[in-house]
């Protein structure tokens, strides 16, 4: 299982979470909770605390290279080019389209 800290506009908003089974994307209660923070996307809102899916939501798909591009990084990065999650992690910390990044979340 590995996690990812998510964070809008450098603000920590939830926590992302690959599992066996699929994809969970949890709010921070204080972001959660927050008016004024906005959803982290459009489908991933704030209607509920909680999210999961059976695929990496589109949302975070959409933040990662394509094609050739892609296979570069995974090649640069040591990464299997199919590992989605690996790949976000890598390359979604500090230059990531939108106010959207991620850092690995180390569980203490």
């Known amino acids: 299982m590995r996690s990812l800290k998510v964070f809008n506009n450098g603000v920590y908003a939830g ?13 921070d209660d204080a972001y959660f909770y927050d008016p004024s923070a906005p959803a982290v996307s459009l489908t991933i809102s704030k209607k509920y605390k909680i999210h999961k899916s059976n695929i990496l939501f589109p ?7 394509e094609g050739d591009n892609r296979a570069l990084q995974a090649g640069r990065l040591k990464i299997d080019a199919e590992d989605d999650f690996g790949i976000l992690e890598a390359t979604a910390q500090y230059d990531a389209p939108g106010t959207i990044t991620v850092q690995p979340y180390e569980n203490d």
């Open 59 to 65: 949302f975070f798909a959409n933040m990662l290279s």
């Open 15 to 27: 926590l992302l979470t690959e599992k066996d089974n699929g994809y969970v994307f949890e709010y």
